[in-house]
């Protein structure tokens, strides 16, 4: 209950015993009072006004480095995320977040995807917990608790200095629960093949949590429908057949009978179905299980076929191109990710 002014507008009025921080660029470690000190020089657009003028309001992300955006120590919750970039980022720079000391990160995602912007490509996102905005304006409201501290880092995996990089990562320093789990995100990509039309988008979780959201960004290679396929959640020793199958690829994205258009809800939407001349069709999904998380007591699974129709009305099975993102809470430690392709193995087709 000490938290429940965090889930939404009921809370608004009670007495909050934590300690709101922020930090960006004009305050790089969120200290108290600590923000809009940097001095202008010469060539600064605030040399005429001084100290407390929009002197540092981004940084530029070196080529080939990580850059530690936060590091806070806790215990305490992220509450909000802000980002902006040029798109030429999205794909070629890696967010990973680490709680309480871990050697391995929680999250490890390209920047776009993350914020369910896919394919190298900007669009518009209207969902509860990310929200993409005009122009390219990131924004993350997943709460992530920690208990020792938070390090939050992106890395510049381009050939070229990315620069304008804007940033804000407001969090409240207070007593996480202990019945609190910490967030997790995992990047996955694959080539479904006519021998095994399915994508994994999780798997290999052990222990405690809840599943709560995926974000698909799939290329079509061919012609015709190609969401057919169904989505499963294999759960607690599940082996061949899973707990939880829905019934096609636009049904658990909340859509039906093929989309027909693009949809951006609270919880689920299709924002993005692209073919420029010259493109293959590119598509865009999100399913957030707000209301509905999917809880798991030892290990989860989650795949999703490839499927389209042959002429004599069977089901045919594509090869595609099929990035993804699982977003889940779980308790430490958590198993090892796969290893993240570098950017050619994530630049879009």
């Known amino acids: 209950m000490r938290y429940q002014w965090f889930a939404g507008l009921g809370g608004l009025h009670l007495a909050k015993d ?28 605030a040399r005429r006004l001084g100290v407390g003028w929009k002197v540092r309001p981004c940084i530029t992300l070196p ?31 890696v967010l990973r977040f680490y709680w309480d000391g871990e050697e391995t990160p929680s999250v490890e995602v390209p920047l776009g995807d993350f914020f369910a912007n896919g394919h190298g490509l900007r ?12 122009k390219g304006g990131f924004n993350c409201y997943w709460p992530m608790p920690f208990r020792k501290s938070a390090l939050i880092t992106i890395e510049n995996q381009r050939w070229e ?24 995100a995992q990047w996955r990509r694959s080539m479904t093949s006519k021998e095994r039309p399915e994508h994994t988008i999780l ?35 599940d082996t061949d057949h899973p707990t939880i199958c ?31 001349p010259g493109e293959v069709p590119r598509h865009a999904m999100y399913r957030w299980h707000i209301m509905d998380p999917i809880v798991f007591r030892q290990d989860i699974r989650v795949t999703i076929q490839a499927l389209g129709w042959w002429p004599d009305g069977t089901f045919q099975p594509l090869t595609d191109d099929i990035a993804s993102v699982a977003y889940w809470y779980q ?11 570098p950017p050619e193995g994530r630049w879009s087709r």
């Open 246 to 276: 829905g019934t096609g690829t636009e049904d658990y994205f909340g859509g039906a009978w093929c989309f027909g258009e693009t949809y951006s809800t609270a919880f689920l939407g299709y924002p993005l179905w692209r073919k420029e």
């Open 203 to 237: 798997d290999g979780v052990r222990g405690r949590g809840h599943y709560v959201g995926t974000f698909l960004a799939w290329t079509q290679l061919s012609n015709g429908w190609w969401g057919e396929g169904e989505v499963k959640f294999y759960i607690d020793g």
């Open 18 to 45: 934590v300690r709101t921080r922020s930090i960006s660029a004009e305050n790089p470690t969120g200290e108290k009072g600590g923000g809009a000190k940097a001095v202008p020089d010469e060539a600064s657009p």
């Open 161 to 184: 200095d990315i620069t304008g990089f804007f940033y804000q990562i407001t969090y409240a320093l207070g007593e996480v629960p202990e019945e609190a789990l910490y967030f997790h």
């Open 63 to 93: 080529a080939g480095e990580t850059v530690e955006l936060a590091r806070i120590e806790g215990p305490g919750t992220i509450q909000h995320i802000w980002m902006t970039v040029k798109a030429e980022a999205y794909r070629d720079c």
């Open 123 to 134: 669009y518009n996102v209207n969902s509860l917990p990310v929200a993409v905005n005009p």
């Open 331 to 341: 308790a430490e430690p958590h198993s090892s990710f796969p290893e993240l392709p």
